[in-house]
């Protein structure tokens, strides 16, 4: 656990160090995987923390910030050079780049819940699985105000009543294949990649 910790951020800083020297043109992709890092590092501290009220607070902010973890993946919409990715090679280093970083904030959310999910001692497969649907659901509506709306994860704090507002517009036909879509996703991540078994 603590390798893979080391790893996972030793991946981000050459992703933020070949984005910088690439001069990689894009809304926020270092700090989008940050904000996907910061979940991971709520789950992995509350893990190895031996305090309950600590943990408590950690778990708060992990459940906060996981949905940075598969938001990532709407980082495609930015991808304007991937029709060159074979033939231009500056095309392909920012693929490359845009690809470690979505699967990074992919991993590190697949990670957290396993950590998660071994702190609470979900130890009977159908209750993790419930677990995890459910917070694919939840996960997936925050994807939504935050691609949309623009909301970020701090705002549930700072401005609640507008998060409550945007999520009950997202309760609308339209929106159904997005929310059920990204709950598919990360249910597909989610069951697959758990290791509890």
């Known amino acids: 656990m603590k390798r893979q910790f080391i790893l996972a951020h030793g991946f981000f800083a050459l992703i933020a160090l070949a984005s ?18 910061v979940a991971y590092d709520f789950s992995y501290l509350a893990r190895v923390s031996n305090h309950k009220w600590l943990q408590v607070i ?17 980082d495609v919409v930015h991808m304007y050079f ?8 500056l095309s392909f280093m920012y693929y490359l780049i845009y690809m ?12 957290s819940v396993r950590y ?23 996960s997936s509506l925050a994807i939504h105000i935050g691609r949309f709306a623009r909301l970020n994860s701090w705002n549930a704090i700072t401005h609640p009543n507008l998060v409550i507002d945007e999520i009950m517009k997202v309760f609308s036909y339209s ?8 709950v598919f996703i990360q249910m597909l991540c989610l069951w697959l990649l758990e290791g509890n078994d």
């Open 58 to 74: 950690l778990l708060m902010g992990w459940l906060l910030f996981y949905p940075n973890t598969f938001y990532m993946l709407t």
């Open 116 to 138: 998660v999910t071994n702190l609470l001692k979900m130890r009977n497969w159908l209750f993790r699985y419930v677990f995890m649907a459910i917070l694919s659901f939840v």
């Open 100 to 111: 470690s970083s979505i699967l990074l904030a992919l991993i590190a959310g697949v990670l």
């Open 175 to 182: 929106e159904v294949p997005f929310v059920l879509g990204f």
């Open 82 to 89: 991937v029709r060159d990715i074979l033939t231009d090679q």
């Open 20 to 37: 910088w020297y690439y001069n990689l043109k894009g809304p926020g992709l270092v700090w989008n995987v940050f904000l996907a890092l």
